[in-house]
């Protein structure tokens, strides 16, 4: 799905429809005609009138052309020809040059608020991982099983690395140090979700990675009521995969991998953000994946500097409520390294829901 147009461009596109669809409706005037019509001074084709007429991602028109339709829209003797016609200024009456003169303007103060920055635009400036309250904010992350951690997590180990005992490590150290530097007066905290206690759990609440480790994200994720599920799956032995039930059916959403050497080249990720349910005045996030590519896919979908500013736009365009919302997408994976999913591209969202 697209983002949205800017709203002021939303306007004016409507407007335009309205003029041609409702000023005479017994003329049922068509965009090829109106077309035809203003290409009297220049030429300008049907698909360029639909296009500024379209209600999904419309095209701003020039100055001149608002003219013209100023002008064309002023006095019905516009239609009363076979093919309708522009007439020149000097054709009109007093009581048209009038009315040219206020749709003009009308027209004009349409195009110039199209031009200037919305409020949506604006609050995109604003990451999503800044909170303005005094938090604090928890990562909380599962605890690898000991199959799955090296020697150096053992305690016992005299060169034992406590981090290295805890899963989306990658994810982790990335979201810790944006979140440090997005809030510098708040405090930041990271817990294996082994340890948490009933405190860490009502401020921002961020969990990272999927419910095969994590029994406190398996326990959120089923309290966020979403229509994506995460369940074990026994063609992916690696990780659970997620299914969205819609019009009586399931859909699943696989990872894929390389058909030559067996290597993992797409995962998918999701990123939740919710009220936190043990108090509504903090956020709930939820950072997850089928394998550890997916959760940092959707770690770095808002973290990654060249791409954070669009994915926060996509957001800002496309949910009523940024608090509220969740995005199922597609993860890449390059010779190894996890590529950043950019939401403009329809290829990367799989689904998106919002709370509203």
Not at 3 to 13: D, I, Y
Not at 47 to 62: D, F, G, I, R
Not at 153 to 159: I, Y
Not at 332 to 347: I, L, Q, Y
Request: a negative charge; one cysteine or more.
């Amino acid at each position: 799905m697209p983002p949205l147009a800017h709203p002021g461009v939303l306007r004016l596109a409507q407007r335009l429809r309205d003029l041609r669809e409702r000023t005479w409706p017994e003329a049922e005037l068509t965009q090829a005609a109106l077309a035809t019509a203003l290409s009297l001074e220049e030429h300008v084709s049907s698909a360029t009138v639909s296009s500024w007429e379209n209600l999904s991602t419309p095209k701003l028109p020039p100055r001149s052309r608002l003219t013209a339709y100023a002008r064309f829209f002023a006095t019905h003797r516009s239609v009363e020809t076979d093919p309708p016609r522009l007439l020149a200024s000097d054709e009109l009456t007093g009581d048209e040059r009038d009315a040219c003169e206020a749709l003009e303007a009308e027209l004009l103060a349409l195009r110039d608020a199209a031009r200037k920055p919305s409020a949506k635009d604006e609050a995109a400036v604003t990451r999503s991982w800044h909170f303005s309250d005094t938090g604090p904010v928890t990562l909380i992350c599962a605890q690898l099983p000991k199959r799955e951690a090296v020697s150096l997590a053992n305690p016992a180990d005299p060169n034992y690395t406590e981090l290295l005992s805890y899963a989306d490590l990658d994810s982790l150290v990335e979201l810790h140090g944006h979140i440090r530097a997005e809030n510098t007066a708040m405090d930041v905290f990271f817990k294996l979700s082994s340890s948490v206690v009933p405190d860490d759990l009502s401020g921002h609440l961020v969990l990272l990675g999927g419910i095969g480790w994590n029994e406190i994200t398996q326990r959120l994720f089923q309290m966020t009521r979403l229509p994506v599920q995460q369940i074990e799956d026994p063609e992916v032995e690696t990780g659970e995969i997620f299914v969205l039930e819609r019009d009586g059916k399931k859909d699943r959403f696989l990872p894929r991998w390389d058909d030559k050497n067996g290597t993992l080249i797409e995962d998918v990720g999701l990123i939740v953000r919710r009220p936190n349910p043990f108090n509504s005045s903090r956020s709930l996030t939820i950072c997850n994946g089928i394998h550890s590519r997916g959760v940092l896919g959707a770690v770095r979908s808002l973290t990654d500097a060249r791409l954070r500013d669009w994915n926060e736009k996509y957001i800002v365009s496309n949910f009523a409520d940024q608090s509220n919302f969740a995005i199922l997408m597609r993860v890449s994976v390059m010779a190894g390294k996890t590529m950043t999913p950019d939401f403009r591209n329809p290829d990367c969202v799989l689904y998106q829901w919002s709370g509203v």
